[in-house]
């Protein structure tokens, strides 16, 4: 039985080319968008899940008050893992960790820059995925010893059989000289850490006194609890540890689960809010769309055919077939070409993938080795052909024998109508796609050319390792002699996000509500001329004022109005334990996301605590001022590679998710849009074969090509019409929520919905037409003779 059902399945597939071409295509679209959609999800989902120990693993985390602010980060006191793990019972492991750095690796005469951090013994044994060479429990516990992962052994030495290697690193520590301790296995690509490298952190520890303080925050922790501890009672045990240890903290401490931290780690004023879970929910949902938008082509398209198949069903059902075998009949055609269109679906994934790894920032690859990728495939193929199959073949078999034997003609309002409803829901989903596209575009577009308070075009950074870092000055002297070079400073700043802050700045008459968090920025001279800020009050730095690294102070306008506030014409302030100066005032400047309001920022001049090289330079020959700028750096700094990075091209990073989205969102509303007209492709067709005698006798009584054209098109413009308007209803309900994320941001301009419903009803009128025309030259003699 089941076998003479795919053979009339494929007969009909013959027959019916056109049909089952469109069906094959539009399925295999919508499967090909889920499976790239389910790869990303599944990968987002599984990040740091298989870390482990996992459930027992926590991130600590602050929340951090300031007046009515409560700011929430992952950094911490440097000696609190330690502590934890000497006096919580609860915390079996603990280890306080660096921020990634890159450090130069010199072997034989191999010399290469590699990635890592600085970390207690305990970090490997939390993230313990394997050894490959060394011993676990005693790495990390001398000074003069390094452990590499995989893949930097064999970047280094071209093999993972290392440990007792010797190698020089330079960069970080006054230390040169290590011996590799071990080798661990490279972490999962469903891990956020990655590293090359992993230094002891009592090394860095020795280097950095400030770590000592409970003030201080900056490397992180993460621990591991006993088992059997409840987390949540431990988080809510812990929340005035830092206060216990030092008074005058605003810190309340918490403990995170890491497995949760990647998807759902996002704060505002002291509350969890949806983080990046919020884009994966938001693909998940647009995978199912895309998916549904081709299932309803399924059933539209069968539908619509049900006249030339009704006969058929009549003359089953009078040989005896019941309802049964006729709704397994047609839902054993939907289910072949749905197989039909996985096996296409699989090779477009297989095709695609590069490129969809490349705009998502992820390494991901079809699991075929994988029996639950198996299942799952054969699930969405078993739920897509039911799902498509299901109207069309309840419907067909439902179909009355008297109806069929007295010329059946037409199809029930009913059946219309949900037809109808069906291309509208379509189209809905396409403006909404569309809108939303064009609003991310519109925001990201205004991030990325806004006046951001300084110049990052022509704007280069470089990184001061070695003799640049000791001899800055030699270093500037011989870049400005090059005519191309406007000018050259250096900062501890990078204009991406905050990098050193503090509460301890007061002045006379500070209101305790006017509490805030400073970012404390040190520069040398000619920063402001160098960075294109502007100076709207005072003046910048100057050398023939000693004072000025003393006693001075640089403010941006939110840190000077909110000393002002409290007691104006005030120009004297305390940071920490000193007196400074207000020598002068920048307009506000961005170093964070649009998504925050400018911070209030000091400027310190402190040249010897400064470690990014700033470089401005003219749009002529910039080619030949960057090879000029390398040879400089290589005569004066021949140990080190010479890097540099556009200051346009680092800002661009803030918004790489944002980018992200919005990329995915223009690909798969054009995808929409793309199924979409394949069904009215389809429907279009069906119907210019149903009027095919009404154009022929229109035509012979003189009707133009035009007049011919609306009878086919009315059926689908007032759909489509009503669509826009809905769906464009929609997008800005969800938009607006959107842009609410941001501070800075652009207003939903009235352009948007006219523009997208220009381009959803141009493409929609061109899909429809070529149909329409294509009936309307049809010879009148053949279309009156036809039945």
Known sequence: MIKNYFKIALRGFAKHKLTFFINLFGLSLGLWAAILIGLWVSSELSTNKDIPQVARVYQMMEHQSYGADIFTFNSTPGVLAESMKETLAEVELASTYTWMENLLFVQGDKRIKLEGLYAMPDFLKIYDYGVIQGDLNSMLTENNHV???????????????VVGEGVEIK????????IVQGVVKDFPSSSSMKFDYVLPYSLFFAENDWLEDWGNNGPRTVIRLRDGVDGEAFSASIENYILERNEESNVRLFAYPIADYYLHGSWKDGQLIEGRIKNVKLFAMIGIFVLIIACINFMNLSTAKSQKRAKEVGVRKVAGADK?????QFMSESLLITFFSAILAVLLVEATLPIFNNLTGKVMSVPYGSGFFWLELLAIILFTGVVAGSYPAFYLSATKVVSVFRSFTKSGKGVVMARKGLVLFQFI????LIV????????????????LGYSKDQLIQIPLEGKLLESFDVFKAELEKNENIESVSRSSFGFLGRNSNTGGVSWEGKDPENAALFEVIRVDYDFIKTSGMELIKGRAFDRRNGADSTSGAILNETAYELMQKDHEGSEFFRLWEDERAITGVVKNFHFESFRQNVAPAILLLDPDNTWQGYVKVNTSNIQETIAYMESTAANLNPEFPFEYSFMDENYARLY????????LAQYFSILTIL?????????????????TKEIGIRKVLGASTFSILHVINKEFIMIVFLSIVIGSGLAFWVMQDWLDGYQYKIKFEWWFIPLAALTIMGVALITVTFQSLKAA???????????
Do not use: W
Request: proline share 1%.
């Open 429 to 432: 989903l396409a403006t909404i």
């Open 147 to 161: 452990v590499l992962s995989e893949s930097g052994a064999i970047s280094l030495f071209g093999r993972t059989d």
């Open 675 to 691: 199924i979409s007209c394949l069904g009215l492709l389809g429907l279009s067709a069906h119907i210019a074969e149903q009027k």
């Open 436 to 451: 939303s596209t064009l609003v991310v575009y519109q925001q990201i577009s205004f991030a990325m050319n806004q006046d």
């Open 656 to 663: 790489q998710e944002d980018v992200r989205l919005r990329d």
């Open 324 to 328: 049964g075998s006729l709704v397994m």
């Open 777 to 787: 030259h049809s010879n009148p003699v053949k279309a009156i003779k036809s039945e």
């Open 171 to 178: 960069g970080g520590t006054d230390s040169d000289n290590f």
